[in-house]
């Protein structure tokens, strides 16, 4: 029996937290399997640039992985928002066939690479990992959709909707998430931000009032740390404005969301000290000027709906001073 199958065992009188901390987790395994994915796009475009021997082996590997990975997202999407499976599966199943035409096609000529063979044609495993890099983040259009445009879609679906209706309804489910926090005893004492311990707050409500050194996180630790210095009088002003931010934490991850009814802004994070595995992602509504929240070294992406931004590959100290730098820019 895995964790989130123990959690939702637990007997509990506010299940609303319970099903608030088993999402943010699933939210955490969903940004997973997406960081898998552009290590996969990352690879592949390292590989093109002609400094590297590969055989077509690699290439066809390459795309069912990318096909793999894809169909992990899509399956955590349609467990965080049911209702959008229908949609996600037939988008997804379209990609299927991409994958396949481009194994079968050994490469269509579509895109140039530097890898020419004595006859200065293009090399035929260059030849096909080119046109498979255009698939995977080319241009993105309805005729020839990317990989990279469908994992924006994906995104969308689940930080967008809600199974209570769409766009329109984000404001809605702030003020239920709101409530419902309010209403449980996760206020942080010292300052003006709910505090939810993802495992702890699962089984049981805090019985009394937590400040933020009751907090074992070491991601929340470096978000705060440059914002320690407002005195206890300028906190209680904050706090009797009104609480607009929740951080819910575990001693490596923290997901930090605004309640603030016109602005929206999700930041996730895994801070375990492991490379390979950490990262920074931030979903932003289009008003977020993220060039002056974000340190340098994320790379952004924008949609019709807001902004995508993350880091992959970051040391322990890099997440560390970047938490601290996007903290003071966002709290302070």
Known sequence: MTILEKLKKISHKEPGIRH???????????????????????????????????????VVSLIDSVVERLGMMVYDACVLVPKSGEGLYAAYDEHKFTAGNLINANGSGKSGSIALDTSGSLEPEYQLLSDVLQWFNGKDTPDEPTVMG???????????????????????VKTRTRALLGNSGVAASDMGIYLVDLWKDAQALPKEKRSINDFNSI???????????????????????????VAAVSEYQLSLNSLKPDFQFRLE????GYEQS????IFADKS?????????????????????????????KNIEDSLMIIGRSLLS
């Not at 469908?150 to 329109?168: C, N, P, R, Y």
């Not at 991601?219 to 931010?245: E, F, T, V, Y």
């Open 219 to 245: 991601p929340l630790k470096h978000l705060l740390m440059d914002i320690s210095g407002i005195d206890a009088k300028d906190r209680l002003n904050r706090m009797n404005k009104g609480i607009n931010w």
């Open 150 to 172: 469908f994992m924006k879609q994906i995104f969308l679906s689940v930080i967008q909707f809600d199974a209570i209706g769409g766009l329109e309804a984000m404001d809605v």
């Open 269 to 272: 994070t895994l801070a375990s």
């Open 20 to 58: 608030f901390c088993i999402q943010t987790i699933r939210f955490k395994k969903f940004l997973e399997n997406a960081r898998g994915l552009l290590d996969l796009f990352d690879d592949g475009s390292e590989k093109v640039l002609g400094e590297y021997i590969f055989d077509r082996h690699y």
């Open 278 to 281: 950490d990262f920074i992602f």
């Open 288 to 316: 977020a000027i993220l060039d002056k929240i974000l340190p340098a070294g994320f790379h952004i992406e924008s949609t019709d709906y807001g902004q995508f931004a993350w880091n992959l590959d970051m040391s322990a």
